[in-house]
């Protein structure tokens, strides 16, 4: 409690021990001692006096969030098999409706639907497989059902403030 806000550097000098640590590896050592290296990695750690930074994250990330939680509400519309390519226009036609609909037209980007179809292509959500056309997305097995997407989407959701 205060007039300043936790998470106010505007009026400080940032510092490394602020919000980032330098980090050659990925490990979950505390410790502040990090060689300079010419490649760095960055690890963020939960400072006491910035408890809300999460919320913080989800809040930058709500466009991002918004449009994997509608990808996933798409799961049981979209047409499959299909082409990355084919099955990414599907899925920017079903945002730019729902956007329509909600009002919310941040997740209505290209980029954020390329950025659902990968990612859930690398969870495994949406599976590749080769065939004469080119290669061809298809649902996984345990997305199949209905229940499953609908759990995948809730997962989502949590995380949109």
């Not at 084919?86 to 009002?103: D, H, P, S």
Request: net charge negative.
């Amino acid at each position: 409690p205060g007039s300043r806000a936790a998470c106010d550097t505007g009026r400080q000098r940032l510092s490394a021990k602020l919000l980032w640590k330098p980090s050659g590896d990925f490990t979950d050592s505390d410790s502040d001692d990090f060689e300079e290296a010419e490649g760095r990695y960055f690890r963020l750690s939960q400072q006491s006096r910035c408890p809300d930074f999460f919320l913080f994250l989800c809040r930058l990330l709500s466009p991002l969030l918004q449009a994997f939680a509608q990808a996933a509400t798409f799961l049981h519309q979209g047409q499959l098999p299909d082409t990355e390519s084919g099955y990414t226009e599907q899925l920017l036609q079903f945002l730019q409706a729902t956007a329509q609909e909600e009002g919310f037209f941040e997740c209505a980007d290209p980029n954020l639907a390329i950025s659902a179809v990968w990612t859930f292509r690398d969870l495994g959500v949406l599976q590749q497989m080769p065939s004469p056309a080119g290669p061809m997305l298809y649902l996984s097995p345990t997305f199949t059902s209905r229940e499953n997407q609908e759990k995948l989407e809730q997962f989502i959701r949590q995380f949109i403030c």
